[in-house]
């Protein structure tokens, strides 16, 4: 069963990890506008918004039709998420902040980091345009969702964020120069990317800022 | 001359609607930007974003160069809901809360999630892609107005707004599965969505938030 | 040697606004995320956010690519504006409002504003689409950081700055419509947005508001 299941996996990995990001962004999105008393449809928006900003500007950016308006399965998962988040909200206090949603959170980060290195990579575009749209596509989301709930998007200087996704990409990047395929460079870029938040979110890591720098080298 | 007039509705319904779209909805976004005193560029700019961006995003979304920068018809449709702003500021108090301005903007709500409908068939998208793309349409202009004037996009939840470019979406798609022609699915579309937006105006409609479940479910 | 300059000047004038504009709005847009103590990932990612936003979405627009993804040599120039902003940081105090950083940016805004004209130009849109082009792509990337920083756009209604990119983009076509050179065009508008920008920043120009209108009419 492992075998097929990794037969699966490394057979079409842009399905897999579509298909994990959409869940777990929905949930987390969902979350975030649960907390701030949002009605159904906001919460719902929310949710969906952030499962799907990203991989629309992914492929607004390589001028191709979003996929979630053409596959009618895209919303159901991102509905699906939604019903997540708000059956978790019953079940739990406090759901925006739960180990579930962080994990969830990391999760859907390294999935969309990957779909963007991907499909950046298929549209042949620069080195560092693979690790752009790896990067908008898994922050996008989280940002247009904080820009909906009219929080400033924490992503870019709170916590050791975005920065994951970054490292995702350049690894994407480098297994495909190193000549990996390409299911094996997915592989790598969503274990990269999972891995170093979630050390991020347990060792409380923190990029320095210029007047840091400063300090430090007073 | 009725006849004559239902000729040329049925004839363009996307031409009939786009037209009454971007007059109601410069009028709204400029009205918005007048009472934040807003210079007169601001107020030009925000009451054409407000007019433009709803359709520019559909444009983009199905990758097609938006409209409104090859028709210089648009433009001026556009200044003129900026002009009548203008000219109902200096008759009326308060002109963004007047009846005028929340009837227009209902009418600017129902031209665009029709105009959505239509594009969103004519480019072949799935069921959730006509009513994604017929709220975006409708809801685009005034989410982008409301962050240009730092506001939080209040459309998802302050009122029953958004919804009413969602049923708008469904009862398009709905006529046209049930094979009404693209006319009549555009009619019906138009008067559901400002039909259901002055019913929660008048009524003062809200959809739940988890919270009040909660408190009802006690 | 003037005259080399200049005949790589009139030979490419999209190379080298595009260069002029992608250094200058790196360096201010850190500038500001220094001034908000963003961390080194935040600091670059609102300088490259400023510097490619306006041209990414202007190429959005006309439905290509954008070329900060395509060529390699972009993200460099942006990457010398970061480093600039941080090394001007570490020399001056309060960078963000020094004469360097606000001649920076009228040289940013001027430069993109010719880049809009002359991609808009190419691609066959109307009068109106040149100059609304040439303005989106002058202060697309000022909104974006701004929006970054969770400050309004301060761009609509602080001061004379819009304006200068609408008047260069009206420059472009009205040069264009008298049968100006394509280079021509460019440095005609290039000469109207930066001369009217710093002009409007040393004698503290402003745009009249509604309110002042009606105060002026008593």
């Not at 097929?4 to 579509?18: E, I, K, Q, R, S």
């Not at 719902?44 to 918004?49: E, N, R, W």
């Not at 749209?133 to 009219?150: K, Q, S």
């Not at 000549?179 to 050390?199: F, Q």
Request: glycine share 12%.
């Amino acid at each position: 069963v492992t075998q097929d299941v990794l037969a699966v996996l490394f057979g079409d990995p842009f399905a897999v990890m579509n298909t994990i990001g959409l869940v777990a962004f929905a949930l987390v999105g969902s979350s975030k506008a649960i907390r701030e008393e949002f009605d159904l449809l906001g919460i719902t928006i929310v949710g969906l918004a952030m499962a799907f900003a990203g991989g629309a500007t992914r492929d607004l950016l390589v001028t191709r039709v979003p996929l979630a308006l053409q596959s009618p399965v895209e919303i159901g998962l991102g509905l699906l998420g939604v019903g997540l988040a708000i059956t978790l909200n019953v079940v739990l206090t406090s759901p925006e902040t739960h180990p579930i949603t962080l994990v969830a959170d990391a999760i859907g980060l390294a999935a969309f980091a990957t779909t963007g290195g991907i499909v950046a990579t298929e549209a042949g575009v620069s080195a560092f345009g693979i690790v752009a749209i790896a990067t908008i596509n898994a922050v996008g989301g989280g940002a247009l969702a904080d820009i909906l709930l009219d929080r400033a998007p924490f992503i870019l200087f709170e916590d050791f964020y975005a920065s994951c996704a970054v490292l995702g990409g350049i690894a994407y990047w480098a297994a495909g120069a190193f000549g990996a395929a390409g299911s094996t460079a997915a592989v790598v870029c969503a274990v990269v990317t999972v891995g170093t938040r979630l050390v991020a979110v347990v060792y409380d890591w923190h990029l320095p800022t210029v007047q840091t720098l400063g300090r430090l080298s007073e």
